[in-house]
């Protein structure tokens, strides 16, 4: 059984930043493709970033592009999210998730395994 656990997140002003982190236990870490995402109170879930297993390309989601970094260290099992010039509309909680293979996906049906979410709220 794979467990993601999220820390890192908060209240923090417009324009401001946050990094967040997913600490994984339970499979081979490198090899897997790990994302992020948010849900806004109301609204879907929606695809954030993700790198994949093999080679650790970067994706974004259009909305955070330029301003969120996702990385990972694979010693330590351990995904991360930069977030910089935030924006009241970042606000949401997000959660980290495990893909089944090396390649991503957008859509949250295809994540295999999600962490319990945490909290980002942007204020203006």
């Known amino acids: 059984q794979v467990r993601l656990v999220e820390s890192g997140g908060g209240l923090v002003q417009d324009g401001g930043s946050l990094r967040l982190s997913c600490a994984a236990s339970?499979?081979?870490?490198?090899?897997?493709?790990m994302g992020w995402f948010r849900q806004a109170p109301g609204k879907e879930r929606l695809f954030v970033a993700a790198?994949?297993?093999?080679?650790?390309?970067?994706y974004y989601a259009d909305s955070v592009a330029g301003r969120f970094t996702i990385s990972r260290d694979n010693a330590k099992n351990t995904v991360y999210l930069q977030m910089g010039s935030l924006k009241p509309e970042d606000t949401a909680v997000y959660y980290c998730?495990?893909?089944?293979?090396?390649?991503?996906?957008?859509?949250?049906?295809?994540?295999?395994?999600w962490g319990q979410g945490t909290q980002v709220s942007v204020s203006s």
């Open positions: 790198m994949t297993g093999i080679g650790g390309n970067a």
């Open positions: 339970g499979r081979t870490f490198s090899a897997y493709a």
């Open positions: 998730a495990a893909y089944g293979g090396h390649g991503f996906s957008r859509r949250p049906v295809d994540v295999v395994y």
